[in-house]
């Protein structure tokens, strides 16, 4: 009966080390840098690296637009306000009182009636 739990204790042994075996060559093959998640997680870390970095010059490229932008908006509102005084110091300039003479042959035909004219 003791031979039998001896050889029995030793296949256990044996299956215990197959194991241990297969299980070491599956890990080293899954953390590979090359090939395994080792070499995933090294490429998403490049990648983020990457992507930090257009980031920030993405951010860098909106700030300075938005300065540009808003000297323009500043520009915009001066020339506008200064059109707005031009157009109040045009009210206050003397008026034509003679209606604007048409163009002969331009525009509708013009009838008067003369009074004291009866045909």
Known sequence: MEF?????????A??????CFVLSRRL???TDLENGVGGAVALL???V??????LDAA???????????????????D???RLELMLASMHDL???????KQAAGGGEPMFFRHPGASR
């Open 14 to 19: 044996l299956g215990a080390g197959f194991y």
């Open 59 to 77: 951010q860098a490229t909106a700030g300075e637009s938005s300065a540009t932008l808003e000297t323009l908006t500043k520009r915009a509102e």
């Open 28 to 30: 080293s093959k899954f």
């Open 4 to 12: 039998i739990a001896d050889i029995l204790l030793a296949a256990g």
């Open 45 to 47: 870390s490049a990648q």
């Open 94 to 100: 003397p008026g034509d009182e003679t209606p604007p």
């Open 49 to 54: 690296d990457d992507l930090t970095r257009t």
């Open 79 to 81: 020339a506008a306000k």
